[in-house]
């Protein structure tokens, strides 16, 4: 009986042991798997932290992008505005810069009128009057056109006698045909220059070359308007004495060209200093 117990109790024994060795794998591989997730749940937090580090790094990243464009924005638009008023401004000096020049060009055009207008009338008014004269005559006037100015010289001893300033008949004449001329063209100014050579006058009533040269353009203006009608106003004399030679007064034929009177005919001053005022001014401060 005891034995039987005995046995019994061991029986018992060795299969409660058998129970708990079972039990201990069960445990054994659930806590080998709980470790394993464990380990798995932390390298996947450790991937969240370090992915949440990366984000937040190129959040700043971008942050500060985003502040670095907001900026670039900010000057692209100042200098636009910038550009756009200079543009502008420019557009204002370009359209002021036209509108001289093409004032420029009419007062260059109107001028070139003027000068074609003139070099026409000379040439008609030098035709006129070398055709007016005869063979006799042509060979003691020279008419020539200088510069747009129409200068008819004649020769003293066709005008006057020797030392003398009073204007012989036989020059009557010639300056009937040059005061027809004169006053066809009445938008002319007529200038009477009186030279002579450079011997020393001998006269009481002359001091000098000055005098006679004076005297001599003179005479040639008050025949122009006291016998043939020339208007006064459009008339003036001038001496030049000695002073102003076309030859050599070292020899009797260079002295001879230098005693002449020329009757110099010019468009009226006031017509160019009209256009002279016509001028298109600039405005040098707009550059």
């Known amino acids: 009986m005891r034995k039987s117990a005995i046995l019994l109790i061991a029986g018992a024994l060795a299969m409660t042991g058998c129970v708990s060795n079972k039990k201990y794998a069960a445990l054994q591989a659930e806590h080998n798997a709980l470790m ?41 638009q100042k200098s636009l505005d910038n550009s756009i008023m200079q543009n ?11 509108d ?31 055709r007016s004269l005869t063979s006799t005559e042509a060979e003691e006037v020279n008419v020539k056109v200088l510069k747009g100015v129409v200068y008819i010289s004649l020769a003293d001893n066709m005008l006057f006698k020797s030392g003398s300033y009073e204007v012989n008949d036989r020059a009557m004449q010639t300056l009937e045909k040059i005061a027809k001329i004169i006053k066809d063209y009445g938008d002319y100014d007529v200038l009477v220059e009186g030279n002579t050579d450079d011997v020393p006058i001998n006269r009481t009533n002359i001091r ?5 040269s004076a005297l001599r353009a003179s005479s040639i ?10 208007n006064p106003s459009r008339l003036s004399a001038a001496g030049r004495g000695e002073y102003n030679p076309i030859a050599d007064n070292g020899s009797e034929l ?12 010019t468009p009226k001053l006031d017509q160019f200093l009209e256009l002279i005022d016509k001028a298109p001014q600039g405005d040098d401060e707009n550059y």
């Open 36 to 76: 394993q997730n464990y380990t798995t749940l932390q390298v996947d937090k450790a991937n969240s932290d370090a992915n949440g580090r990366s984000l937040e790094a190129l959040l700043e990243e971008a942050k500060r992008n985003n502040a670095e464009l907001k900026q670039n924005y900010a000057n692209l």
């Open 88 to 98: 502008t401004q420019g557009n204002v000096n370009i359209s002021k810069l036209v």
């Open 100 to 130: 001289e020049i093409n004032a420029s060009n009419r007062y260059i055009k109107q001028l070139v009128d003027a000068k074609s207008k003139s070099d026409s009338l000379n040439l008609a008014l030098t035709t006129r009057l070398t």
């Open 208 to 212: 000098n070359n000055w005098d006679l």
């Open 221 to 230: 203006v008050q025949v122009l308007q006291n016998d043939f009608d020339v």
């Open 254 to 265: 260079g002295r001879q060209r230098n005693r002449r009177t020329e009757i110099i005919i």
